[in-house]
């Protein structure tokens, strides 16, 4: 059995949730003994090739800015599609299975246009479906046009179509995909034994700082939080196009010295600030998944959300249970939600612990790839 994994990043070169998703992914099927080429743009140095023990990986294509300005460009798709196209011209007999994700779309079509001719099962992972509106809003009327029907045009493949939430794979059966199998179990690390959260309380965000993550959104929110409560402090991990403005915008409001920006920060120093913190915040507008959720629950840490209806995050949140969701994104609802979660204490610490406890086994990994292997027959 040889599984082919195509996507144009790959963790820890690029830092993201799909990244993440595509190595645990390439080194399940490898643990397994299943031959595995992942195919990808190249993120490394020359002579710095990436060594994944039993995973083949193979750059189609050059190193490329994948953002501008904090959103996807238009030619590393382009460039990734051509090179997958290519490569499967050429190779698409060795594979059983090609596995990679709906976006970057042109991978995909390049993927169905040649599985008749090679005979390999084609998996997909329908991470997150855009709506007609979101498209326009993102690249503007022409753009948003054309990438609605690029990515309408992608449910036309045959496939076995995954998705990691509920709001996607309704959206992608929508679309004409299906059935689509849920795989919301992504989580692959221990549960942790709840730690104190540190004192003076501290809240804790962690991802890009690009638009849709609204970081912006966070500092106004935690304006308010700090003005009712001076001892809180908060660290906003990460970086992107927003960062700056966010940093300016922490410093207008004379916040400097409790709003923490170190950028990346190493894997020790991440666990610990993710135990010690007394709630984790993700803002974003659009998630296809809810790992920050998930990672912060086996850490008995409560975690607040936006509403919208592009995220699916607020899936994996029971009200008052492991979390809260601010019901709109305005700076004051989100600094209520953030101030519930503060005022919970150890008590809703006890209580996210017990959440995680309960619903462990259907957010492990293991539980998605067993899902995965039971549907492609590996």
Avoid at 63 to 92: E, I, N
Avoid at 132 to 139: A, F, K, M, T
């Amino acid at each position: 059995m040889h599984v082919c994994i195509v996507y144009d990043c790959l963790y820890p070169w690029t830092i993201g949730g799909a990244e993440r998703v595509y190595r645990q992914l390439a080194e399940a099927h490898a643990a397994r003994g299943i031959r595995v080429t992942y195919l990808t743009l190249r993120q490394w140095d020359a002579g710095q090739a990436p060594d994944l023990p039993g995973v083949e990986v193979i750059a189609v294509g050059p190193r490329l800015a994948l953002y501008t300005d904090g959103k996807r460009r238009v030619l590393p798709p382009l460039v990734f599609g051509l090179g997958v196209f290519w490569h499967l011209l050429r190779h698409g007999r060795r594979y059983d299975v090609v596995h990679g994700c709906s976006f970057p779309f042109f991978s995909l079509l390049a993927t169905g246009l040649l599985s008749p001719f090679f005979r390999y099962r084609v998996a997909v992972d329908w991470i997150e479906v855009w709506t007609r509106d979101y498209w326009r809003q993102y690249l503007g009327p022409l753009g948003g046009t054309v990438g609605w029907w690029v990515q309408r045009f992608c449910a036309f493949v045959p496939q076995v179509p995954f998705a990691l939430a509920r709001l996607h794979a309704h959206r992608a059966e929508a679309l004409g995909v299906g059935p689509v199998t849920v795989l919301d179990g992504q989580y692959s690390g221990p549960a942790h034994v709840p730690q104190p959260a540190a004192r003076p309380p501290l809240v804790l965000y962690a991802g890009r700082m690009i638009p849709e993550k609204r970081v912006l959104l966070l500092v106004e929110a935690l304006a308010l939080v700090m003005r009712d409560d001076p001892q809180v402090r908060a660290v906003l991990l990460g970086r992107g196009p927003d960062l700056e403005r966010v940093r300016s915008r922490i410093a207008a409001l004379g916040l400097t010295g409790q709003i923490a920006l170190p950028g990346f920060v190493s894997n020790e120093e991440l666990e610990r600030l993710q135990a010690e913190a007394a709630v984790m915040v993700q803002p974003s507008e659009r998630e296809g998944y809810g790992m920050v959720v998930v990672e912060a629950a086996a850490r008995g840490v409560p975690v607040v959300l936006v509403a919208g209806p592009d995220n699916s995050a607020v899936e994996l949140v029971d009200e008052g249970e492991n979390g809260f969701v601010a019901p709109d994104p305005s700076p004051a609802a989100l600094a209520r939600a953030i101030g519930q979660a503060l005022a919970g204490g150890d008590g809703l610490r006890r209580s996210v612990h017990d959440w995680y406890a309960r619903h462990e086994r259907r957010l492990s990994f293991a539980s998605s790839y067993a899902a995965i292997c039971a549907r492609l027959g590996l």
